[in-house]
């Protein structure tokens, strides 16, 4: 499965963003989520969805104003930012768990496919 994250960009704090990430190739993974990461940091969970989206969850720094939804007949998985924070800085990857498996994991060690990743720059 290959990933292509867009989207990024510079948006004042209080602003929003809506990032996309197109799959292609093998099946489009049933667990889809967002990750970020800043110069120095590991990567962090953000939010992760599964194929329904009956079943969403969020890292408690952007609960409320992130939300992350999937649209299955074109394998793309989105993030919509509201409320930007200038520690919401980061490059963002969208990911993908194996495509049998069904249940949300925050470690990124248990995530398979990656994007690329794009660049949110929030500015105060």
């Known amino acids: 499965v290959q990933l292509q994250a867009s989207g990024g960009g510079l948006v004042q704090a209080g602003g929003s963003l809506r990032l996309s990430c197109a799959a292609s190739?093998?099946?489009?993974?049933?667990?889809m989520g967002w990750f970020r990461q800043t110069p120095g940091k590991g990567r962090e969970f953000v939010a992760a969805i599964n194929w329904g989206a009956s079943f969403t969850r969020y890292a408690d720094s952007v609960k409320g104003r992130f939300t992350i939804s999937r649209d299955n007949a074109n394998n793309t998985v989105y993030l919509q930012m509201n409320s930007l924070k200038p520690e919401d800085t980061a490059v963002y990857y969208c990911a993908g768990r194996g495509t049998a498996v069904t249940v949300i994991n925050t470690s990124p060690s248990q995530w398979t496919y990656w994007g690329q990743g794009t660049q949110v720059t929030v500015s105060s």
């Open positions: 190739g093998r099946a489009f993974p049933n667990i």
